[in-house]
């Protein structure tokens, strides 16, 4: 028999209730989003790369008890939605291409990733991180890195590198639209302590990133430096995004539509933050006129963090 569509229901990581799309066959339930091309694997704790996406998630009754997983597969439906809402983006590469996403990656690994051809969850040790695909933040930031390999393909180093990283901090926190919306990781990062965050977009120095040229990190391209400061020098684009939104009065969605035609139209795969600048304000002048507060608003933003 054919499979059909159903409703599977559970807890997220925080212990929050929601629904979403599985798919029943043979009498059981896959987590399975056919409608969005979705699938939500386990590594069972492997941390054997050659092993993923290891096993398509199944359960008995359609009530789902393993929070990552119920996150995982709900908050990359969220994605999906908003790319194809705001942006008429199908999918990662606009092709509909299967969103797929393995949970508890390896043991108490402290990350999430995505690997060229899917996301990876670490559950994290407890203390700092709880599993990382209970924040939307997160899952926006990973897919984001899909679509952003698939547009401009920034190269994961230096000043491309920390471009990467703010675009996907910038599409994260816009599709998790929050109030004091410029915080990164909040929900699941460190639990024993309320109100921090992993990184912050509006005050990048309070966790010790830059938020001006002058501060640039010259880090080395290793590992060890975080390939050239990736996701320290992100501060610094991360910072002229706030700018522009705080002081243009655009909406989050428009400046967001912003730094998506910059992204997919105008930059490139060693794009710097002087390219970034430039993209960006193109992008603003094709949506809003050359004289608009809008492309006033980016050039002051970016201005305001040593870029141009
Ligand atoms: C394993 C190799 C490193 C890949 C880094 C991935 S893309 C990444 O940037 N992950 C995010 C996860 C995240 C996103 C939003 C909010 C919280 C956490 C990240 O920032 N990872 C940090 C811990 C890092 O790698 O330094
Ligand atoms: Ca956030
Ligand atoms: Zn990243």
Do not use: C
Not at 109 to 129: L, P, R, V
């Amino acid at each position: 028999n054919k499979a059909t569509h159903a409703t599977g229901t559970g807890k997220g990581v925080l212990g929050d209730n929601k629904s979403f799309n599985t798919l029943s066959s043979s009498g059981t339930y896959y987590l399975q989003d056919s409608t969005r091309n979705l699938k939500t694997y386990t590594a069972r704790n492997s941390a054997n790369e050659n092993l993923l996406p290891g096993t398509l998630l199944s359960d008995s009754d359609n009530y789902w008890t393993d929070g990552a997983a119920v996150d995982a597969h709900t908050y990359a439906a969220e994605v999906y939605d908003y790319y194809k809402t705001k942006f008429n983006r199908n999918s990662f590469d606009g092709n509909g291409a299967a969103i797929k996403s393995t949970v508890h990656f390896g043991r108490n690994f402290n990350n999430a990733y995505w690997n060229g051809a899917q996301m990876i969850y670490g559950d994290g040790d407890g203390s700092t991180f709880v599993p990382l695909s209970g924040a939307l933040d997160v899952v926006g930031h990973e897919i984001t890195h899909a679509v952003i390999e698939r547009s401009a393909n920034l190269v994961y180093e230096n000043q491309s590198g920390a471009l990467n990283e703010s675009f996907a901090d910038v599409l994260g926190n816009l599709i998790e639209d929050r109030d004091n919306g410029w915080l990164l990781g909040e929900d699941i990062y460190t639990p024993s302590v309320s109100g921090d965050a992993l990184r912050s977009m509006s005050n990048p120095e309070s966790q010790g990133d830059p938020a001006h040229m002058d501060d640039y990190k010259n880090l080395p391209n290793t590992r060890e430096g975080d390939w050239g400061g990736v996701h320290t020098n992100s501060g610094i684009p991360n910072k002229a995004f706030v700018n522009f939104v705080e002081t243009s009065g655009i909406t989050r969605d428009n400046a967001g539509k912003v730094w998506y035609r910059a992204l997919t139209s105008y930059m490139t795969s060693r794009s710097d933050f002087d390219d970034a600048r430039n993209a960006t304000i193109q992008a603003a002048t094709d949506l809003f006129g050359s004289s608009s507060t809008e492309v006033t608003a980016v050039t002051n933003a970016w201005a305001a963090v040593g870029v141009g």
